[in-house]
């Protein structure tokens, strides 16, 4: 087997794409998912039902029943563009082997959520499919971008605005000879770096491990060795800021909150909301009131490779010592914010008594998620919000 492979995916039929496939629910809210799930019966939001696995396998299988859900006759790779008014990226998706994870040639950077990945490894292993693509990224190359160029020259099989606004668009490519054109180059490139889906990636790996100890005669061919993984090119990605928001200031008053900032920190007000224009600058927005805040001293050089990430001198520096925050993962006193919510969205939580005081971040770079997982280093959770993402539930990739 190559390093990426063809497969054949459990696809919508063409009417029902739109309705079927999910975009990430923090474009929802909880009042929009009700309302999304009304207008779409066949949403795979019925299938994500966590408090009952029954109900949402047996809505998967009719899915599958009622022909909703197909499968493809043929192994393919699947080019996808995802483009909105100022963006778009085309990359293609396949199969990986998860071992490629474990040597190396799949790259993580980002610390999880072990519930999360966990409740993950329910889902997957309840409904015998992983739903929705690992999101990665490929090292620019110029024969590989050229080929998806040309092939999106021909009308997609889908083509549809999504609730993220963007517009998705998906096409089959399984002639033989451009499959094994696509298995040479990635073969070539031999790496990959994971954007979003570091709790399925863990997932996928207890999945396959699970499945591996259930059974006596594995070989390591068995599909549940497997997942599929969207794959786009470096050049083309975005990422967002992702932001803090944090619920009290630790007994701190607003003015004293301020002092203890003004002791690392050179502060200044604003009267619009302050976005970062560069690194190891950040936006504070604190009893209606907009900051900027700016590290008097460049970061100690003697710190343990967090320099030039500004979440972790955003915590080393201010919410850990000022703000007593622990560990993100487990400290239920933060909350994250993604950056294609807005500034505004930081007021609204602020004002509202749901947080104390919200921090705006400059955007984690690209090279910054690249230099982290070459040198096998993790990112704090919640680092990197890439905009925008595959759907979930345009192409599934079953274990049978």
Known sequence: ???????????????????VAVASTDHLGEDGKKNHLKKNPWSYLNVFDASNESKSKKQFELMKEKSILQKDDSSSFYIY????????????????????????????HEEIFLERAQRRLKQMDNLNAQI??????????????????????????????AIDKCKHEIWILNQKEKIQK???????????????????????????????????????????????????PQSQVRLLDYNRLIKDLYGYSPKDFIKEIKKKFNIEKHNSPFKPNKPQTFGMYL??????????????????HIINLDINLLHYYLLEPILGIGDPRYDNRIDFLAGFHGLKSIEEKVNSGQAEVGFALFATQVQNVISFADKKLNMPPKSTWF??????????????
């Open 182 to 232: 696509i298995c040479d180059l990635f073969n070539s490139i031999n790496r990959i770096y994971i954007a979003d889906g570091h709790h399925r990636m863990e997932a996928l790996s207890k999945l396959s491990e699970y499945r591996k100890h259930q059974n006596p005669n594995h070989t390591g061919s068995e599909s549940y060795n497997y997942f599929m993984v969207a794959i786009f």
């Open 81 to 108: 563009k995802i483009s909105d008014q100022n963006h778009q990226q085309v990359g293609i998706i396949g199969t990986a082997k998860l071992s490629a994870y474990d040597n190396l040639h799949i790259r993580g």
């Open 387 to 400: 905009d925008p993402k595959p759907l979930d539930g345009l192409l599934a990739y079953d274990f049978e």
């Open 132 to 161: 929705g693509p690992i999101y990665t990224i490929y090292p620019d190359n110029e024969q590989l971008n050229q080929l998806l160029k040309k092939e999106i020259l021909s009308a997609p099989i889908y083509s549809f605005e």
């Open 287 to 304: 009893d209606k009131q907009w900051y900027s805040l700016k590290l008097k001293e460049p970061p100690e050089q003697n710190l343990f």
């Open 1 to 19: 087997m190559y390093f990426i492979n063809p497969f054949r995916a459990l696809r919508p039929n063409k009417k029902n794409a739109s309705s």
